[in-house]
């Protein structure tokens, strides 16, 4: 098929595509209120997921709208959890996959003396994990094309697709900015051309899926000043679903004022990405208190009802229950408002100092519920700073709530002891320890159907008593709630449970209940 032709065909396949209602944007205003919480996982997310309980997979179904997870490793686990968006990297070629290096040598970027390019992320000693596969090598995209679908033959919602670039991300082994060679005119590769390598190539594999769903991880301030401008940006844009923006507002390079740089731009950008039909994720990397309720506060500034939140570092132990928040409808678009950004919802308002103001203290004209759950009618907001605030249900329409805990039970593991003496005597038997290796809490809301229970397990020293673990459950549709944690060592502790209440049924708290580890 000639040049121009299968271009032709690609594009009018992506209008088509674009045309069509996907899951990331048929979402309605009502939803813009709520939270759509994605989650990046790693290796240190295995101990969750790896022969997971049927309650932990019930809590990631229900507290995940999506995951980045990764294949082969979840290949086995779709069934239970079905959003996962299996993560593939655009351009990446990996050093260890010395086979697809060595059959085809060519699709690895080079200097103009011939030299290996990268990816420049985690390099040392002259090299880095990753090659820069050319974007422009149809059969490089032909073969990527073909392990995609692959691994979405195992049951993925879509694909996490990683470093969708529309400018320049190739370096040496430092890490130092290179030019490649263009393969295709034997001249250092024009950004033009790397633009339009990467929108034709994203746009092959939009129409190689259409029923997949796809995320691009981009570069916001891509192509400067134009950035959404740029018809390759656009075109990139078309292609995903939702685009993915890698540390959200904690970005420390943001700054105050209207300028290319400023939250105001990166905000703008997010609009641009809504006008085309698309959807974000503020996908924040700052999990201090302060900061990640500023990355909410965002979110929430412009959610449409399709748009996401993440916090990579967000577990069952450590689950934040403001992203359980639900702010109902919007009562309009994000405004300034007394030297901030503010919008209105009809059950609370959020509230952004952008970065580098001063701080500022405003009069909300109101009681309403801070993230802590306190009642403040004024608010206190230095720069970058954000606040998510919560009407209260009414006393008249809130229903009393009891919350009861039951005895906390430990799951024990028994264990033979190394003694040398013991394991090497004939008839002596070796000596045998029990020791928990989960501990399962349990309870139940009376007068509640939703929202979430609040469990701090203390730690009771020879004086005092000591938290040593927070953590949050969901409630299940009948009042029940439970938590199976990871073992705690031996000792004295004692366990406490608080419902957070929510518009239909007020807070309340257990009995605290004891428990005794060897």
């Known amino acids: 098929m000639p040049g121009r032709t299968r271009a032709c065909l690609l594009a009018a396949l992506t209008m088509l595509c674009a045309a069509l209602p996907t899951g990331a944007a048929s979402a309605g205003p009502a939803e813009a209120g709520g939270v759509k919480f994605f989650k990046r996982t790693d290796s240190s997310f295995d101990g969750y997921t790896t022969a997971a309980a049927p ?26 959890y079905p959003q996962g968006l299996a993560s593939r990297n655009l351009y990446a070629i990996y050093r260890e996959d010395a086979a697809t290096v060595a059959a085809h040598p060519e699709w690895v970027l080079r ?15 002259g090299v880095c994990p990753q090659y820069a596969g050319d974007v422009g090598s149809r059969s490089f995209r032909r073969a990527w094309i073909k392990r995609a679908r692959a691994v979405l033959a195992h049951g993925y919602r879509g694909l996490w697709i990683d470093d969708v670039n529309l400018e320049f991300r190739v ?36 129409a190689a899926f259409p029923k997949a769903e796809l995320l691009h991880n981009a570069i916001w301030f891509a192509v400067q000043p134009v950035r959404s401008g740029d018809p390759y940006v656009r075109r990139q844009i078309a292609a995903a679903d939702r685009v993915n923006l890698e540390r959200g507002v904690n970005d420390a390079g943001l700054t105050g004022g209207t300028g290319q740089w400023s939250l105001h731009a990166f905000l703008d950008h997010v609009d641009a990405v809504h ?18 309720e500023y990355n ?21 132990e450590t689950w934040w229950t403001m992203y359980d928040a639900e702010l109902g409808a919007p009562l309009g678009a994000r405004a300034s408002w ?22 500022r203290t405003v009069d909300l004209g109101e009681a309403l519920l801070d993230s802590s759950g306190r009642t403040v009618s004024s608010v206190t907001l230095d720069g970058g700073r954000g606040a998510v605030l919560r009407r209260a249900a009414p006393a008249s329409t809130a229903v009393r709530t009891q919350t009861v805990l039951a005895e906390p039970a430990a799951r024990l593991r028994t264990r033979a002891s190394t003694s040398t003496a013991r394991k090497d005597t004939p008839g002596v038997p070796a000596r045998e320890s029990r020791r928990a290796s989960r501990v399962l809490i349990r309870g139940h809301v009376r007068g509640a159907g939703s929202g979430s229970v609040h469990v701090r397990i203390e730690r009771i020293g020879a004086r005092r008593a000591r938290t040593f673990r927070r953590a949050t459950t969901a409630l299940g549709s009948r009042g029940a709630f439970r938590l199976e944690l990871r073992a705690l060592p031996p000792g004295r502790y004692r366990i406490g449970a608080r419902y957070l209440g929510s518009t239909a049924g007020r807070p309340s708290s257990a009995r605290p209940r004891e428990l005794r580890l060897r």
Request: a negative charge; hydrophobic letters at 40%.
């Open 55 to 80: 309650d932990f997979q019930a809590w990631m179904r229900e507290k995940f709208f999506r995951a980045e997870v990764w294949s082969p490793y979840f290949d086995d686990k779709t069934a239970w």
């Open 111 to 125: 200097d103009a003396g011939g030299a290996p390019l990268y990816i420049p992320w985690g390099c040392s000693g």
């Open 171 to 206: 370096g040496d082994g430092e890490g130092r900015w290179r030019a490649p060679m263009d393969p295709r005119t034997g001249r250092e590769m024009t950004w033009e051309n790397w633009r339009r390598y990467v929108a034709e190539f994203v746009e092959e594999i939009r």
């Open 275 to 292: 006008e085309a039909g698309r959807t974000v994720v503020l996908d924040a990397f700052d999990d201090t208190a302060a900061g990640r």
């Open 296 to 316: 909410l506060a965002a979110y929430f500034l412009v959610s449409r009802g399709g748009d996401g939140v993440g916090l990579a570092s967000m577990t069952p």
């Open 338 to 359: 007394s030297g901030l950004l503010r919008r209105d919802f009809e059950r609370g308002i959020v509230l952004v100092n952008e970065p580098g103001a001063p701080q």
